[in-house]
């Protein structure tokens, strides 16, 4: 069974920083892209970073480029989210997503979500 728990998630002021971290199980977790996703109330899922298999490559909504860092550790099969400089309307629920394209069906799973609040 295939688990992504995030954590790491909480009440920081703007301006602070976060660093939020998915550990995953029962995934081939090198051969899984890998994303952080957010969701605030009302609001569309969206994306907030994606990592290549081997980190060769990162991606970011303008929204959070220059302020939020993706990385991950294979050998530990953990994902990270660095979140510095935080905004209030960084305040949403964050998910870790894994995306095994190259398999028949294609494979996506979801983790459980951590809160982020950004407030003073």
């Known amino acids: 069974q295939v688990q992504l728990v995030e954590s790491g998630g909480g009440l920081v002021q703007p301006g602070g920083s976060l660093r939020l971290s998915c550990a995953a199980s029962?995934?081939?977790?090198?051969?899984?892209?890998m994303s952080w996703y957010r969701q605030a109330p009302g609001k569309e899922r969206e994306l907030v970073a994606r990592?290549?298999?081997?980190?060769?490559?990162?991606d970011y909504p303008d929204s959070v480029k220059g302020r939020f860092t993706i990385s991950r550790d294979n050998a530990k099969k953990t994902l990270y989210l660095q979140m510095n400089r935080l905004k209030p309307e960084d305040t949403a629920v964050y998910y870790c997503?894994?995306?095994?394209?190259?398999?028949?069906?294609?494979?996506?799973?979801w983790g459980q979500g951590t809160q982020v609040t950004v407030s003073s």
């Open positions: 029962g995934l081939t977790f090198s051969g899984a892209e």
């Open positions: 997503n894994a995306r095994r394209i190259f398999t028949n069906p294609p494979r996506e799973y």
């Open positions: 990592i290549t298999t081997d980190s060769s490559n990162t």
